[in-house]
């Protein structure tokens, strides 16, 4: 009689997950999900955040089919029961501070993980994207599946094209937001971010905003925004962020949206070698087309 081996993964909240077989019934926040997706593997049931509403952010979904795999719900309205109806045997979470689920109330994540083993990758400022990466990929592989062999060199390529167009004379200025609404924007912290932190290691000229409160965002009018004269904007596109059209009653955002290459740009992107092959091939092709008309 054969005998299964045990399943385990040591998280990035220094937790073992254990299975008594490798997990196949998975239970993801949105964008794990779709880095999952991404290395094969078909989640049951998916999850928002305290920023996501009752239907899930497309922004986040990557090539997740949305149709098919149920949407269970986000933040504080996400009971456990219905995690748990799901008949999971693992969750998969992302984690910003190396202790806390993303996704999950604090009491609805223990109750999970009396039921269910719950695996976190850190995501937050201390982790390269590369190390993201290589940390889901980890978690994919202990699952048995992994992003093909292709998938490799074609990051390798979109990485030498990035860095090619960074390195001209003409260095295009580069600035990341996410637009709070005609009065505010938060722009971000480059080093906050481990994809912008990967991009600047690529050459881009991202402009840091001015020192004061808040990690991640500093969070000022759109005049100060506009004064920072980016040549291209990474504009946050989850749902939670306002839209160009909510944002053109004011004056300095049109003198920004005219200047600028406005470019879609999601903090919570899949952290996949395919969906980074994406970001750093869409960057480069900007950043080239802008230094060109350069005058």
Request: glycine content about 10%; hydrophobic content about 40%.
């Given at each position: 009689m054969e005998h299964s081996t045990?399943?385990?993964?040591?998280?990035?909240?220094?937790?073992?997950?254990?299975?008594?077989?490798?997990?196949v019934r998975i239970v993801a926040y949105i964008q794990a999900g779709a880095t999952l997706w991404d290395h094969g593997i078909r989640p049951v049931g998916l999850f928002g955040s305290q920023h996501d509403g009752a239907a899930p952010d497309p922004a986040k979904s990557g090539e997740l089919p949305l149709t098919e795999i149920p949407y269970l719900g986000s933040g504080g309205s996400l009971h456990p029961d219905t995690v748990l109806e799901a008949e999971p045997d693992l969750v998969v979470a992302v984690t910003y501070d190396g202790e806390q689920v993303y996704g999950l109330e604090q009491k609805t994540a223990l109750e999970l993980e009396a039921h269910v083993p719950v695996a976190t990758v850190a995501v937050g400022p201390g982790r390269s994207l590369a190390e993201v990466r290589e940390r889901f990929a980890a978690l994919a592989g202990s699952l048995g599946r992994g992003e093909p062999l292709s998938s490799a060199r074609e990051l390798d390529a979109a990485e030498d094209a990035l860095r090619q167009a960074t390195g001209g004379a003409v260095r295009p200025r580069v600035v990341a937001l996410s637009p709070g609404g005609p009065e505010r924007v938060h722009l971000a912290r480059p080093g906050a971010w481990p994809d912008l932190r990967a991009l600047a290691e690529h050459g881009v000229g991202l402009v840091e905003p001015a020192a004061g409160s808040g990690a991640n965002w500093s969070t000022v009018g759109w005049a100060e925004a506009a004064a920072m004269a980016p040549d291209i904007v990474l504009m946050d596109v989850r749902a939670n962020a306002?839209?160009?059209?909510?944002?053109?009653?004011?004056?300095?955002?049109?003198?920004?949206?005219?200047?600028?290459?406005?470019?879609?740009?999601?903090?919570?992107?899949?952290?996949?070698?395919?969906?980074h092959t994406r970001f750093f091939t869409l960057v480069a092709d900007t950043v080239r087309a802008s230094a060109a008309e350069s005058p």
């Amino acid at each position: 009689m054969e005998h299964s081996t045990p399943w385990e993964f040591s998280d990035d909240r220094g937790r073992l997950a254990v299975a008594g077989d490798r997990p196949v019934r998975i239970v993801a926040y949105i964008q794990a999900g779709a880095t999952l997706w991404d290395h094969g593997i078909r989640p049951v049931g998916l999850f928002g955040s305290q920023h996501d509403g009752a239907a899930p952010d497309p922004a986040k979904s990557g090539e997740l089919p949305l149709t098919e795999i149920p949407y269970l719900g986000s933040g504080g309205s996400l009971h456990p029961d219905t995690v748990l109806e799901a008949e999971p045997d693992l969750v998969v979470a992302v984690t910003y501070d190396g202790e806390q689920v993303y996704g999950l109330e604090q009491k609805t994540a223990l109750e999970l993980e009396a039921h269910v083993p719950v695996a976190t990758v850190a995501v937050g400022p201390g982790r390269s994207l590369a190390e993201v990466r290589e940390r889901f990929a980890a978690l994919a592989g202990s699952l048995g599946r992994g992003e093909p062999l292709s998938s490799a060199r074609e990051l390798d390529a979109a990485e030498d094209a990035l860095r090619q167009a960074t390195g001209g004379a003409v260095r295009p200025r580069v600035v990341a937001l996410s637009p709070g609404g005609p009065e505010r924007v938060h722009l971000a912290r480059p080093g906050a971010w481990p994809d912008l932190r990967a991009l600047a290691e690529h050459g881009v000229g991202l402009v840091e905003p001015a020192a004061g409160s808040g990690a991640n965002w500093s969070t000022v009018g759109w005049a100060e925004a506009a004064a920072m004269a980016p040549d291209i904007v990474l504009m946050d596109v989850r749902a939670n962020a306002a839209r160009p059209e909510e944002l053109r009653a004011d004056e300095h955002w049109r003198a920004l949206e005219a200047r600028a290459r406005l470019l879609p740009w999601n903090p919570e992107a899949p952290c996949s070698r395919r969906a980074h092959t994406r970001f750093f091939t869409l960057v480069a092709d900007t950043v080239r087309a802008s230094a060109a008309e350069s005058p």
